[in-house]
Nanobody, 126 residues
Framework: QVQLVESGGGLVQPGGSLRVSCAAS????????IGWFRQAPGKEREGVSC????????AYADSVRGRFTISRDNAKNTVYLEMNKLEPEDTAVYYC???????????????????WGQGTQVTVSS
């Protein structure tokens, strides 16, 4: 049974930082690109970032580029999203997603997702 467990979410003040993690069991992440998505209340789920299977290529939404960094440790079967300079607009549930492809082509689409995590809440508020 495949499980993706996100952790590291929480409440942070504007301008603060958080690192969320996605640990997998029941499958190896090494051959898959991994995406991070987020969904704010009343909004559609949107792509935030993607990393290729070997970590050689990354992609970011315009709204987070320069503030967020995606990384992975295939030996630990874990993917990370380091979030800096957080803004209230970043408040959302963050989901990791195992994608069918090893590359991040069309990474913002939910169509290419094989597995979803359960999500972790990130709240940016003073």
């Amino acid at each position: 049974q495949v499980q993706l467990v996100e952790s590291g979410g929480g409440l942070v003040q504007p301008g603060g930082s958080l690192r969320v993690s996605c640990a997998a069991s029941g499958t190896t992440l090494a051959y898959s690109s991994i995406g991070w998505f987020r969904q704010a209340p009343g909004k559609e789920r949107e792509g935030v970032s993607c990393i290729s299977s070997r970590g050689s290529s990354t992609a970011y939404a315009d709204s987070v580029r320069g503030r967020f960094t995606i990384s992975r440790d295939n030996a630990k079967n874990t993917v990370y999203l380091e979030m800096n300079k957080l803004e209230p607009e970043d408040t959302a549930v963050y989901y990791c997603a195992v994608r069918y492809a090893g590359v991040c082509d069309n990474w913002g689409s939910r169509v290419g997702v094989q597995y979803w995590g359960q999500g972790t809440q990130v709240t940016v508020s003073s």
